[in-house]
């Protein structure tokens, strides 16, 4: 395990003895590292953070974690990408029934969930705002599939933006049964 690595471990495992408001405290606490308030941090701004934890980190090291964890390549890192790289990997569990419920919203096969395949399994007829005429069915199809893509929003959710999303889910449900349950339920598998 490289430097960058372990520092993620230790920081990971600081978040999760926080309990159920690690991730919300972890929102917190990147806000307050964010000094010159960009809604990002420098390679600076995290190592002066890291160090308030206890994890010492010279400038190598924190430019390390930096480009590790900087998904855009902007350089720094957003709250996003901080809070993905802190994200506890999944169980080979957790990651079947995401490829599972996938599979079901991919009714075309093709690998990229659209609001056409979306129409054979989400129904939006009685959605509050369909029935007051405030939305078409095409637009709440397309604010639905927005919930699981990326910050691009291409009208076009391929599984690893999926699993992106369950993973940030994933993190806040403690065993692999509730998980799947859970899973299970929302998406009738």
Known sequence: MDTVDAT?????????SRGASGIQGLARFFRHLDRD????????????????LGLELD??????????WDRDGS????????????RPPMSQAREAVIAAAFAKLDRSGDGVVT???????YSCHNHPKVRSGAWT???????????????????QVTLAEFQDYYCG?????????EFVGMMTSAWRL
């Open 137 to 155: 069915e095409e637009e709440v199809l397309r604010r639905f599939l927005d919930n699981f893509d990326s910050s691009e929003k291409d009208g």
């Open 37 to 52: 308030k960009s809604r990002s941090l420098d390679a600076g701004e995290l190592r002066r953070g890291l160090a308030e």
């Open 75 to 86: 350089g720094t890192l957003d709250l996003e990408e901080f809070l993905r790289a802190l």
């Open 169 to 177: 889910v994933s993190a806040s449900v403690d065993t692999d049964e």
């Open 8 to 16: 993620m471990e230790k920081l990971r495992e600081q978040c999760l």
């Open 59 to 68: 400038v190598a090291e924190a430019e390390g974690v930096c480009r590790r």
């Open 115 to 121: 609001v056409d395949d979306l129409r054979g399994v």
